[in-house]
């Protein structure tokens, strides 16, 4: 199983990189995490769509095809994999492949589109490996073969999860989370001017 969260971080920390805000706020604005609070939502989201997209494909890997019983067997290593992608992508995997993929595409230069798919795809180097050998251990029982079933794993799992994150588990969680987040700015924009326009009147 390899889980990648991608591009969670690339509004988490930008106050460090010039001009990104400004691009972040003209093309893609709501879609991404303004704040640190966001920012763990944000990776929830997409650790949930994209461990659980990994776990169903392993499983179907296993049995020989995907079969209906996999969707909810899925869940059973979900209440293990979910909690490690999440802390991994938050204590340095999210830094580390914004990092990364700052070294070929440049903040407020680059198209945004450009800079969600270079940190996308660094998620994917730096998460599959990992999930991997997380799985390997926890459920492969490899023995004496640790590290090439390790590497066979993480060699299955890297095209399925950078196609998977790239095309669409990335936009799926960007549009709901986007959805969201404007609809509450603007339910908390109005709630403002109601609370304004009361106390002008008192």
């Known amino acids: 199983m390899a889980g990648i969260i991608g591009n969670a971080h690339l509004c988490g ?33 997409m ?17 020989g095809g ?19 992608a999440v802390a991994l992508e938050l204590l340095f995997v999210g830094k580390l492949a914004q990092k990364l993929a700052f070294r070929f595409v440049t ?7 450009m800079m969600i798919l270079a940190i996308s795809a660094m998620s994917v180097c730096l998460m599959c ?23 066979q794993t993480t060699a299955f799992n890297f095209p399925m999860a950078l196609c998977w994150q790239i095309f669409f588990a990335g936009p799926l969680v960007r549009n709901v989370f986007g959805f969201f987040v404007k609809r509450l700015s603007k339910e908390s924009l109005n709630r403002e001017q ?9």
């Open 66 to 84: 995907l079969q209906n019983f996999v969707f909810l067997a899925a869940f059973k290593e979900m209440i293990i994999m979910w909690p490690i």
């Open 47 to 63: 650790a949930f769509v994209m461990v659980y997209a990994m776990i169903c494909y392993n499983i179907a890997l296993n049995v």
């Open 13 to 45: 920390d930008n106050e460090q990189h010039a001009g990104l805000p400004l691009v972040r706020e003209r093309r893609t604005p709501g879609m991404l995490p303004q704040n640190k609070f966001q920012d763990i939502i944000f990776t929830i989201f």
């Open 129 to 151: 490996p990992l999930m991997s050998l997380v799985a390997t251990i926890l459920f492969k029982n490899a023995g004496t073969e640790f590290v090439a079933v390790w590497l």
């Open 194 to 202: 109601l609370e304004r326009t009361q106390t002008e009147v008192a």
């Open 107 to 113: 903040p407020g230069k680059d198209p945004m589109i």
